[in-house]
């Protein structure tokens, strides 16, 4: 019987939770996937209702947000990223104490890290983080579960990061490895290594659960015998377009590609938290393949598409994750 108990905690960032915490977590969706795939019915907050504000678009959060709340017996509002009045007409802390009084818990997603800390400040419920531009803590619990899926173990394990690890996806993964004894490296161009207040913070963790933090320009020497090679977009959503130039000459040589699979184990798993350029199939794609010629970005086609790819997995984990993240912060209902 687990003595950790969340109930009522805010999910902001994994740099609020020990990793006992996290890994009851990552083990309680794994658990309540267990149960949907088996039919089993987990719906004991019946009658709650949760609001999820969304700043920024997104298919795979807010569809886990949907599914997961529904699964478990309540009701969403969806916020869209133009239809309310947060910010604009209504400061944070006014629609913290509106939503507080209707709902029982609050995903946000949107820009700056203090906008979700604030919310939270005045929110009588539970907030949970569904991206900011410094985390993405709901997607942590997703990856850390795949890789425990893939791997039978998450400690001990060699994790590249490679493209922008100083935003919201490098950042997260930092802490999350370093809480839970991966190895983690950010492999790429020194100028998007994460900040060094994270470094330093992430390496007291990494003293902690044994793991450890390294950065790297090398991909030779980064991606040698890693288990998990990670990438996200170069260009996050709210940067302006005018970065993509800067970011393609930068980032192009830590593509994940088939070379660096190549240094990697043979069983190694490719990740990403998606949407990913891999093709020409989207707006951007093509835009970006008129403009600079390139067809593939952060990773090629053929990592992507291939056998060592868990892509769909992690994002079929992100419900099972953020099912977990509301049942372990809400009461259960008490009819
Ligand atoms: N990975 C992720 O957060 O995806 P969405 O932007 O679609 O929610
Ligand atoms: N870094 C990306 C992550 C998307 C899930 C972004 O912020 O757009």
């Not at 916020?79 to 507080?100: C, F, H, N």
């Not at 291939?306 to 984990?317: H, L, M, R």
């Amino acid at each position: 019987m687990s003595t950790i108990d969340l109930t009522g905690r805010d999910f902001l960032t994994l740099r609020d939770f020990t990793s006992e915490e996290i890994e009851y977590l990552i083990d309680l969706a794994a658990e309540l996937k267990d149960k949907k795939k088996k039919g089993i019915r987990v719906d004991e907050y019946r009658g709650q209702n949760v609001a999820l504000i969304f700043e920024k678009t997104s298919t795979r959060t807010r569809c886990s947000f949907e599914v997961a709340a529904h699964d478990l017996g309540m009701g969403t509002t969806y916020l869209d990223p133009q239809g309310s009045q947060i910010g604009k007409k209504e400061s944070i802390a006014d629609t913290a104490r509106v939503l507080s009084g209707m709902f029982e818990g609050i995903e946000y997603r949107g820009f700056e890290q203090e906008i979700v800390e604030e919310l939270a400040r005045y929110a009588k419920v539970p907030v949970w983080n569904g991206l900011t531009n410094e985390y993405h803590p709901t997607q942590m619990i997703a990856d850390m579960l795949t890789i425990k899926e893939k791997f039978g173990r998450l400690s001990g394990l060699k994790f590249v990061y490679m493209g922008d690890a100083r935003y919201n996806m490098g950042n997260s993964l930092m802490v999350a490895c370093s809480k839970l004894g991966l190895h983690f490296v950010a492999c790429t161009n020194p100028q998007y290594f994460p900040n060094e207040e994270l470094v330093n913070a992430s390496r007291e963790y990494a003293k902690e659960s044994g793991g450890s933090v390294t950065l790297t320009d090398s991909v030779a020497e980064g991606t040698k015998d890693a288990d998990i090679l990670y990438t996200d977009v170069w260009v996050s959503m709210g940067e302006p377009e005018s970065v993509w130039e800067e970011r393609i000459k930068a980032l192009m040589p830590y593509q994940v590609n088939k070379k660096a699979m190549d240094y990697a184990k043979s069983d190694a798993i490719f990740m990403h938290c998606l949407p990913a350029f891999h093709d020409l199939k989207t707006k951007i794609g093509k835009e970006i393949y008129e403009k600079y010629g390139i067809t593939e970005m952060e990773v090629t086609d053929e990592v992507f598409e291939s056998a060592n790819s868990v892509v769909f997995e992690e994002a079929e984990n992100r419900m099972h994750s953020i099912k977990a993240i509301m049942a372990a912060t809400l009461k259960k209902s008490s009819y």
